[in-house]
């Protein structure tokens, strides 16, 4: 028998095995990869897909059929939806959106109250 390394006060997301902090809340129906987390009181729901090694903290939400991925980073209140994409290295923070279609990718940072749509 294996020893459950699951850190205390986490848990193993159970579409994709990623790490989710208790405090969070994933729907069943998105996906968090094995090597993403989500914590601090984030939500991650609806079809929404978290994989690569981002993360996803704070009270940032990222919801509809949207993606972060690779080693982007959704934090504060930050908000991610509809099929909007986050990735690369990219950093969405404070009460900024990125919505629709948009992709915000490299080294790109949204912060303050900014809004990427397309």
Do not use: F
């Not at 028998?1 to 902090?21: A, C, F, S, Y």
């Not at 940032?60 to 959704?74: I, Q, T, W």
């Not at 990735?87 to 404070?94: G, K, L, Q, T, Y």
């Amino acid at each position: 028998m294996t020893e459950d390394k699951t850190p205390i006060g986490w848990h193993r997301h159970p579409n994709g095995g990623g790490l989710v902090q208790d405090t969070a809340h994933v729907d069943a129906t998105a996906y968090v990869g094995p090597n993403a987390l989500v914590y601090g009181e984030a939500r991650v729901c609806d079809k929404a897909l978290v994989y690569g090694e981002a993360l996803v903290y704070g009270k940032a939400v990222v919801y509809g059929e949207a993606m972060v991925c690779d080693k982007a980073l959704v934090c504060d209140k930050a908000l991610v939806y509809g099929e909007a994409m986050v990735c690369d290295e990219a950093v969405v923070c404070d009460e900024a959106r990125v919505c629709g279609e948009a992709v915000v990718c490299d080294k790109a940072v949204v912060c303050d109250k900014a809004v990427v749509t397309e």
